[in-house]
């Protein structure tokens, strides 16, 4: 199984007006096997199948489908996942099959296991181990 390493910056940042303190902020780098990377403002399923499908040459591919309305889809060649979000979640699809990912606060093997399942399900990509440096 191939390691995916994830490493965690912390920094402040100004909040942009006066009353705006300082901001605690986070950032994440992805390193791939291949010593390349991708970085993320959020540690989640959602975000982590998004870089590593685009890292396998997926794409995404946005359509309006009503005023002010879009659909969002990864794609690469003739398959297609289309991602949808709600307040609530985060749903990807692939004809009838649907993983709906809630937004809410979960352990790291939630995350790890999630991305896992969303890459072998539905993108073909085999599943990764993964560390997070802090």
Known sequence: MNK???ESKFFLVEGGCN???LLNCVTYTINFPD??????DQLDAVHLTQAIALKNGWREKV?????????V????GKDAVQVSEDSFKTTFAKGAKKFPIKKE???LKEVWDNT????TDF????????????
Do not use: M, R, W
């Not at 359509?63 to 659909?71: D, K, L, M």
């Not at 889809?73 to 690469?76: D, T």
């Open 116 to 119: 896992n399942a969303l890459l």
């Open 35 to 40: 010593g390349t990377q991708a970085t993320s």
């Open 105 to 107: 606060e979960c352990s």
């Open 63 to 71: 359509e309006p489908v009503g005023i002010g309305e879009e659909a």
């Open 4 to 6: 995916i390493n994830i």
């Open 73 to 76: 889809f990864l794609e690469k």
């Open 19 to 21: 009353a705006c303190g």
């Open 123 to 134: 993108f073909g990509i085999p599943a990764y181990d993964f560390e997070l440096t802090e």
